[in-house]
């Protein structure tokens, strides 16, 4: 397959159980679509839940350096989303956050609404995307990521956060209590965005919806019958 083609049905999840609208699962750095299992088991009775791994994670291809930029993502993304019948929910952890962001930019007459659990907008200063990408780097270094990957989860603009106003589609906040980087981002979010609830569940770290992923449940689902 060449490096900048889109996602395979290899990568994907796609539930039929459910006929509310389509679910969107988006995992996080280091992670894989199987990190939402606890989550989708309970959703799909009554949503069409869809999860991926992003290139280099799970199952997903693994692609030579210089394929991994922010534009491979959201081009895998945008073939994700064309399983699903549009107006469909975007949910996504950490860095299938800030992507769900992006494609909501990029696409916002497609997107219902928005889950945002444990991410972040990116960021506006210079030396806070150093001091981001670094810790980036030495998370690479701890952990088996194929070559070149770790860009993926790197910034170097501030689209996102510059056009955060741009995203009016109704959206959830979800961070865990101890999760207190993210605990703040929440705050950016709902001085920014059209933010209907934010949720913090105690006693949960950055993986909230692997560590509690019933208390996540239950926030989404008020938020989705009242859209």
């Not at 995992?27 to 894989?32: M, R, V």
């Not at 928005?114 to 506006?124: C, E, N």
Request: net charge negative; with cysteine; charged share 20%.
């Amino acid at each position: 397959m060449p490096p900048n083609s889109p996602i395979t049905p290899a990568r994907l999840d796609v539930g039929n159980r459910g006929h509310g609208p389509s679910l969107v699962f988006t995992h996080g750095w280091t992670d894989h679509l199987g990190s939402w299992t606890g989550m989708v088991d309970d959703l799909s009775a009554d949503f069409r839940c869809i999860s991926w791994s992003i290139r280099a994670h799970g199952n997903s291809e693994v692609t030579p350096p210089g394929t991994y930029s922010r534009e491979h993502a959201l081009t895998d993304m945008r073939s994700v989303a064309d399983l699903a019948e549009a107006p469909y929910v975007l949910i996504g952890h950490s860095l299938g956050g800030y992507l769900s962001l992006a494609h909501t930019l990029r696409y916002p007459d497609e997107v219902r609404a928005l889950v945002l659990v444990g991410a972040g907008p990116g960021f506006s200063k210079p030396e806070a995307m150093e001091q981001w990408n670094a810790m980036v780097d030495r998370s690479a270094a701890r952990n088996p990521v194929p070559e070149g990957a770790e860009v993926i989860s790197k910034h170097y603009d501030s689209w996102v956060i510059d056009n955060l106003a741009g995203i009016t589609v109704p959206a959830l906040v979800v961070v865990g209590e101890e999760d207190k980087q993210f605990v703040a981002s929440a705050a950016v979010f709902e001085k920014r965005m059209n933010v209907r609830a934010r949720v913090v569940v105690p006693d949960a770290g950055h993986s909230v919806h692997r560590q509690k992923p019933a208390d996540v449940v239950a926030a989404i689902r008020p938020f989705l019958e009242g859209l």
